[in-house]
C-alpha cells in the first residue's frame, strides 16, 4: 500500500511555461515533506523543503505547495528550463525519525 | 568538494557470491542510510545509521547486513546475493533526523 503518490509518471512542458508537480499522502502524521530533483546516472538532489506548519515555500523558480486536508503536495517550476528536464521524487517523513519515504517520481521534460 | 562517494559503481555478480559496496561522506554528518531504487518504484530505505556505532532496519533489510565503520563511512554487505537484489543502490547522509538528505551517484549492482 503506497503511502506516497506520485501519480504522473512523466510530463512534458515548453520552455518558460510553468510546471506542476503533484504528489499525493495517505498519513496525516507526516509533517515534513522534500523534492529531490534526479538526472541519469547521478543521485537525487535536494531541491526544496517544506513543514507542515507552513503551506508554500519559494526558492528562486522553485516553489512548493502543502495542502494538508488533501494531504496533497506540488512543486511549481516558473519559468521552465531545459535544465530543468529530470526525475522528480516527493519525499514525506516525520519529524523525529530517521525515515523518509520516496515517491515513485515524475520524468519531466522541458521543450526547447 | 566530493559530498557523498559511492564505490564501485557497477558490479555484476553471480547468485552466492558476496560484495561489499561502500559509502563514504565528507561533510561531517550524524546520519547516513541506505536505498534501493528499483524500475517504477521510489527509493525504499535498507539500513540507516542515526550516529556513529548504531545502526537500525529500514522498509527492506533481508539479505543486508550494514557497519558503520566510523563517522565518514558506511558500508553495506550482501552475503549471499539473489538476483531479487538486482538494484541501484544510492548512500545518503544528512546532519540529523528530518533533515535533506546528500546522494551519492549510487552503484548499479546486476545479480546473475
Known amino acids: 500500500d503506497q503511502q506516497v503518490k506520485q501519480n504522473s509518471p512523466s510530463l512534458s512542458v515548453q520552455e518558460g511555461r510553468i510546471s506542476i508537480l503533484n504528489c499525493d499522502y495517505t498519513?496525516?502524521?507526516?509533517?515534513?515533506f522534500l523534492w529531490y530533483k534526479k538526472y541519469p546516472a547521478e543521485g537525487p538532489t535536494f531541491l526544496i523543503s517544506i513543514s507542515s506548519i507552513k503551506d508554500k515555500n519559494e526558492d528562486g523558480r522553485f516553489t512548493v505547495f502543502l495542502n494538508k486536508s488533501a494531504k496533497h503536495l506540488s512543486l511549481h517550476i516558473v519559468p521552465s528550463q531545459p535544465g530543468d528536464s529530470a526525475v522528480y521524487f516527493c519525499a514525506v517523513t516525520t519529524s523525529g525519525t530517521y525515515k523518509y519515504i520516496f515517491g515513485t517520481g515524475t520524468r519531466l521534460k522541458v521543450l526547447a | 568538494n566530493a559530498g557523498v562517494t559511492q564505490t564501485p559503481k557497477f558490479q555484476v555478480l553471480k547468485t552466492g557470491q558476496s560484495m561489499t559496496l561502500q559509502c563514504a561522506q565528507d561533510m561531517n554528518h550524524n546520519s547516513m542510510y541506505w536505498y534501493r531504487q528499483d524500475p517504477g518504484m521510489g527509493l525504499r530505505l535498507i539500513y540507516y545509521?542515526?550516529?556513529?556505532?548504531?545502526?537500525d532496519k529500514g522498509e527492506v533489510p533481508n539479505g543486508y547486513n550494514v557497519s558503520r565503520l566510523n563517522k565518514r563511512e558506511f558500508s553495506l554487505r550482501l552475503e549471499s546475493a539473489a538476483p531479487s537484489q538486482t538494484s541501484v543502490y544510492f548512500c545518503?547522509?544528512?546532519?540529523?533526523?528530518?533533515?535533506?538528505?546528500?546522494f551519492g551517484d549510487g552503484t548499479r549492482l546486476s545479480i546473475l
Open positions: 545509521s542515526a550516529s556513529e556505532g548504531t545502526t
Open positions: 545518503a547522509s544528512s546532519e540529523s533526523r528530518s533533515q535533506p538528505q546528500h
Open positions: 498519513n496525516s502524521m507526516f509533517d515534513y
